[in-house]
């Protein structure tokens, strides 16, 4: 067997790198990779300005660009739906182009490892003759799952949206599904941000389960300072923050504000999100109880730090929920969670301490787990919120998560190269 190699030459096609949500996860991969010696050529579908520029000079990393012909505002973009269908057209014809430059660049005397697609499963910029070294797949959601939680939740959905968008994003992501399906089938190792996932994959989808791994998200831990000794707010606050659509259990929280005011607990509830492009459920939000909730509309990335810092409880009510981002950075931030048992990230954590999982779609549960965690949190402060520190950085640490990834990606190479 030849030796495990240590050093890979990658080809990755991913969104553009940035410094939040799944832009932030692809930096840090990027960045992870490269320090480990890999050298990275990243296709991405957007300008080359765009790209940050300790990104844009970084050793080991190179970037070849395709702007997708799209605008904001012009006839195809003047509503949500249509913006995020013809966008979505825009970015795969992106894709396309750049197929064409890896195939060249892989044909050329200093040839790929591997391919290696973060973030979506559809492979329409991966070269169909690509087939001598293996494809890897790290996907942060698939089409099946949003498309179940799309049909179980239609009568909450035509509350919020017209029937011909609800029916236009249905058809999408039928058709978005079946594709998916035929294409993961095509790579050597899927990337599962946790394990929830990776069954809904294996089941959705086909995939063998000695093709997958298991890898959590990483998150930027320096972005997050946790502050022990900080006593519990009165009423004690508790954040809802995220996308407010689909799958996210927006109904939950209109439930959990009439548990809580129902039940006189000392807490206040304030959601923190807008809606999507192609499902917003902001409206649903009128039904909470006004005397222990609020909405302040989206928040910027940039706020997220500081929104965590007067932030006692996270609540985490997704139905569907491979990672949740805002989880790992509660945690890293020191701020416990309350979250479902589909939720990603909470896999790993010190449940009983840091962390309550609850059932999908059970208020009552999930106002249980609140009182409990705020009883345990105002008993001892620095130990839940330490124990929460901890759970962040065992499990989220960027230099963990790529040194695994690193791991997994030079012993499946080395494989390929044996069989061949």
Not at 189 to 196: E, N, Y
Request: charged share 25%; glycine share 6%; net charge neutral.
């Amino acid at each position: 067997m030849d030796q495990t190699p240590d050093r890979l030459h990658i080809a990755w096609l991913g969104p553009m790198p940035g410094t939040a949500g799944v832009s932030g996860v692809a930096t840090l991969l990027l960045v992870g990779l490269a320090s480990l010696g890999h050298r990275v050529d990243c296709f991405i579908a957007g300008a080359q300005e765009d790209i940050p520029p300790d990104l844009r000079d970084s050793a080991g990393l190179e970037f070849i660009c395709s702007v997708p012909r799209w605008d904001w505002n012009r006839w195809y973009s003047r509503n949500d739906v249509s913006a995020f269908l013809t966008g979505l057209r825009a970015r795969r014809a992106s894709f396309r182009r750049l197929r064409a430059a890896m195939a060249t660049r892989h044909y050329s005397s200093d040839p790929y490892d591997c391919v290696y697609q973060f973030s979506n499963i559809e492979i329409v910029g991966v070269p169909g003759r690509l087939t001598s070294i293996p494809l890897i797949l790290h996907p942060e959601t698939h089409a099946a799952g949003e498309l179940r939680w799309l049909w179980t939740e239609r009568r909450i959905a035509r509350r919020c949206q017209s029937w011909h968008a609800w029916l236009s994003v249905f058809l999408m992501l039928t058709a978005r599904s079946a594709i998916q399906r035929r294409s993961i089938q095509r790579a050597a190792l899927v990337i599962c941000i946790s394990r929830v996932f990776r069954d809904h994959l294996i089941k959705d989808y086909g995939v063998a389960l000695a093709a997958t791994t298991v890898i959590p998200n990483p998150i930027d831990l320096g972005r997050f300072a946790h502050e022990p000794k900080r006593d519990v707010n009165d009423p004690a606050a508790l954040l809802v923050l995220g996308r407010l659509a689909v799958r996210k259990g927006v109904d939950q929280v209109v439930e959990l504000s009439r548990a809580l005011a129902a039940r006189g607990t000392r807490a206040h509830i304030t959601v923190s999100g807008g809606g999507g492009l192609w499902s917003d459920y902001t409206a649903l939000l009128d039904d909470m109880d006004p005397s222990v909730s609020s909405y302040n509309g989206a928040v910027a990335e940039s706020a997220v730090p500081e929104v965590l810092r007067e932030t006692d409880v996270l609540v985490q009510p997704s139905k569907y929920e491979p990672f949740a981002l805002t989880v790992a950075e509660a945690l890293a931030a020191g701020v416990p969670v309350v979250g479902t048992s589909e939720v990603g990230a909470m896999e790993g954590t010190s449940v009983g301490i840091a962390t309550e999982i609850v059932p999908v779609a059970d208020a009552g549960a999930l106002a249980n787990a609140v009182e409990t965690l705020l009883a345990r949190l105002r008993d001892d402060p620095d130990a839940v919120r330490l124990a929460a520190r901890r759970d962040a950085e065992r499990l989220f640490a960027a230099d963990i998560v790529c040194r695994r990834i690193s791991g997994a990606l030079c012993e499946l190479v080395a494989q390929s190269r044996d069989r061949r």
